[in-house]
C-alpha cells in the first residue's frame, strides 16, 4: 500500500477554508485516495473518495493534481464541529483487506 | 439496517483473563476487519478477513484471535488480557468489489485491563 504523510495538527478559526494536504508519493494506478474523519470517541467515518481531478460532495472538495502523488481536503467554512482527526489512505479494491491509517491530522477550529 | 454494531461498548477485564468483542454487520459486507486505538494515536489493524472461513493478520496480532464462521459476524477474542491491552476497538466492514473500498465502523468498544 502507498504510505500517506499529513500534518499531525491544523489550527482554524470558524468560518474560514481548511485545506489539509496528503503526500502519497507511491501511488499504484489503481490506488483511490479515501478521507475519513473522526470525532473523539466515535469510529472514523467517510468524508470523500476520489481516483483524480476534483470531487465534491454536500461535506468536502477532495483535488488531485494529474500526477497523483498528492492530495488535497478542502473544507468550505468550518464550524467548531468540524474539530476532528482526518485521515488520508491510498488503496485499491485488491487491498481492501489492508486499510492501513497513519496518524492522521488534528483539526482544531477555534472560535 | 443498523449498520455494524459492536458490543460491549465497555469493559474492564483482570490481568489473565479472556473476553470476546462481539462485531455484526448487516450490510452483507464480505470484508471485516478489527483495529485497536490507543489514546492520540491512529487506528492500527490487528485482524482482518475477506469472507467466511478467511482470517488474515493486520500489524498487530499477537493476543488477538479471529474467526469468521458467518458472513455477518467476526469476534475478536484475547485470549489472556494484558494491560497493553488497554484500548478502545473498532470493527470495520466493506464490500469486495470494482473500485475502492469503503469502510464502515462501529461505534467503538472500550478495553480496560488492570
Known amino acids: 500500500l502507498a504510505k500517506t504523510t499529513q500534518p499531525i495538527s491544523m489550527d482554524s478559526y470558524e468560518g474560514q477554508e481548511v485545506n489539509i494536504t496528503c503526500s502519497h508519493n507511491n501511488i499504484a494506478t489503481n490506488d483511490y485516495i479515501t478521507w475519513y474523519q473522526q470525532f473523539p470517541s466515535q469510529g472514523p467515518r467517510f468524508i470523500i473518495q476520489g481516483y483524480k481531478t476534483k470531487v465534491t460532495n454536500e461535506v468536502a472538495s477532495l483535488f488531485i493534481p494529474a500526477d497523483r502523488k498528492s492530495s488535497t481536503l478542502s473544507l468550505p467554512r468550518v464550524s467548531l464541529s468540524d474539530t476532528a482527526v482526518y485521515y488520508c489512505?491510498?488503496?485499491?479494491?485488491?487491498?481492501?483487506?489492508?486499510?492501513?491509517f497513519g496518524p492522521g491530522t488534528r483539526l482544531s477550529v477555534l472560535p | 439496517n443498523a449498520g455494524v454494531t459492536q458490543t460491549p461498548k465497555f469493559q474492564v477485564l483482570k490481568t489473565g483473563q479472556s473476553m470476546t468483542l462481539q462485531c455484526a454487520q448487516d450490510m452483507n459486507h464480505e470484508y471485516m476487519s478489527w483495529y485497536r486505538q490507543d489514546p492520540g494515536m491512529g487506528l492500527r489493524l490487528i485482524h482482518y478477513?475477506?469472507?467466511?472461513?478467511?482470517?488474515d493478520q493486520g500489524e498487530v496480532p499477537n493476543g488477538y484471535n479471529v474467526s469468521r464462521s458467518t458472513t455477518e459476524d467476526f469476534p475478536l477474542r484475547l485470549l489472556s488480557a494484558a494491560p497493553s491491552q488497554t484500548s478502545v476497538y473498532f470493527c470495520?466492514?466493506?464490500?469486495?468489489?470494482?473500485?475502492?473500498?469503503?469502510?464502515?465502523f462501529g461505534a467503538g468498544s472500550r478495553l480496560t485491563v488492570l
Open positions: 489512505l491510498v488503496g485499491a479494491e485488491n487491498y481492501g483487506q489492508n486499510f492501513v
Open positions: 470495520a466492514s466493506s464490500h469486495l468489489e470494482a473500485g475502492a473500498n469503503v469502510l464502515t
Open positions: 478477513s475477506v469472507g467466511a472461513g478467511i482470517t
